[in-house]
C-alpha cells in the first residue's frame, strides 16, 4: 500500500510531513528508529520539517497502528519506532549511543515456546532485548583506551 493510501486509511490527511516521516519508515523497512534518528533523516531531504512535527507525527502514526512504539531501553526512556509488521523479531540495544539493531533467531523462538509450555502458558508473543555496545561504540571505547 502506498503511503498516501496508507494514511487515508486510518483517517489522516497526507500532509507533506506525514508522508516524509512514513517514507523513512518504509525505505528503512522493519528497523527501530528513535525520533531524533527519523528528524535527522527528515531534515536531510526537506531542511523545513521541524523536530516537534516530527515528534508529534510519530506520536500519530503510532496511535493509529501504522507505526509500532517501544521503550527498548527503560532506564534512558528513549522510545524508538518501527512500522507495524506481523514478523517478529528481537532487538539488539546500545546502551551508549540507543542504537536497536533487530535480529532473528529460530532457536529463541523454539525455547521459548517450549519455556511458555513447560510452564503451563501458550505463547501468544514475546520479545527478547539484548543490551550490550555496538561496535561503533565499542570501538570508540577501545579507541580512547589507547590513548
Known amino acids: ?57 510519530l506520536s500519530q502514526l503510532a496511535e493509529v497502528g501504522i507505526l509500532v512504539r517501544s521503550t527498548l531501553d527503560p532506564d534512558s526512556g528513549v522510545a524508538f519506532y518501527r512500522l507495524h509488521g506481523k514478523e517478529h523479531v528481537d532487538v539488539l540495544v546500545c546502551v551508549s549511543c540507543d542504537r536497536a539493531q533487530e535480529f532473528r533467531n529460530e532457536s529463541f523462538e523454539s525455547r521459548s515456546r517450549t519455556l511458555a509450555e513447560s510452564n503451563g502458558f501458550t505463547l501468544r508473543r514475546y520479545q527478547l532485548l539484548i543490551y550490550g555496545y555496538c561496535p561503533n561504540c565499542r570501538a570508540a571505547a577501545a579507541a580512547g583506551a589507547e590513548k
Open 1 to 57: 500500500m502506498q503511503v498516501t493510501e496508507k494514511l487515508r486509511s486510518v483517517g489522516l490527511r497526507a500532509t507533506p510531513q506525514r508522508r516524509a516521516v512514513l517514507g523513512i519508515f518504509e525505505a528503512n523497512g522493519q528497523r527501530y528508529l528513535n525520533a531524533e534518528a527519523v528528524y535527522r533523516e527528515a531534515t536531510s531531504h526537506d531542511q523545513s520539517i521541524g523536530r516537534a512535527t516530527v515528534y508529534r507525527t
